[in-house]
């Protein structure tokens, strides 16, 4: 399923499925057993890493999967190899990797502890992928919701404004601008005041 490709023609409910397959690849892990089936530069598999891939280009290696890292006799990580073919950043996290004699390689969700997949996790992960650069220029201009709810907090208001105040930055409220995004219809019993009350906050503090 990792490697499937939409191709002319597909069915609806196909491309449906690699939509998902997309979220899905973005958040996955191989766990290292015999290392058989993990491609030691093109697949994901190291935890410690925000990519979860080597950082090491690959260049003329002709070493593919992860087994041939693994010392035959004992089932550890072959230490003298692995300081000989990667960056010591890569050496120092495929060494923490800890290993299990007499098991599969499989595939986990990286986002729970447990590594299964749950649509939760996998709705998180696909928000910050779709609006983390958003949300990390606006907090090195300053103007991010942690920065202005602490502006907002030393006010000299009522706390229940204030409280009010951190559920409109925290998109808590259903104002016209987040229903839209939710793709829900706007009702007259939401007064246009509120779709800029966000705004106002932002500006005012």
Request: proline letters at 4%; hydrophobic letters at 40%; aromatic letters at 12%.
């Amino acid at each position: 399923m990792l490697k499937a490709k939409p191709k002319r023609g597909s069915s609806y409910t196909w491309q449906s499925i690699l939509a998902g397959l997309e979220c899905f690849k973005r958040g996955y892990i191989w766990r290292v057993g015999d290392g058989s089936q993990i491609k030691i530069w093109e697949d994901c598999w190291i935890p410690s890493r925000p990519n979860l891939e080597i950082l090491t280009p690959r260049g003329n290696n002709l070493i593919t999967n992860a087994e041939e890292l693994i010392n035959p006799v004992d089932r550890n990580w072959d230490e003298q190899m692995i300081r000989d073919l990667f960056w010591s950043i890569d050496v120092h996290c495929i060494l923490q990797i800890p290993l299990s004699a007499g098991r599969e390689d499989i595939v986990a969700w990286n986002f729970n502890r447990n590594g299964l997949f749950s649509i939760r996790s996998a709705y998180h992960q696909q928000w910050m992928y779709k609006f983390r650069g958003n949300l990390i220029q606006e907090q090195a201009s300053g103007i991010g919701d942690e920065k202005v709810w602490e502006k907002l907090w030393q006010l000299q208001i009522p706390s229940k404004i204030k409280i009010f105040g951190r559920r409109v930055l925290h998109g808590d409220l259903p104002c016209k601008g987040i229903l839209a995004n939710r793709h829900i219809e706007n009702s007259s019993s939401y007064p246009a005041w509120c779709n800029t009350l966000g705004v106002t906050l932002h500006s005012f503090c």
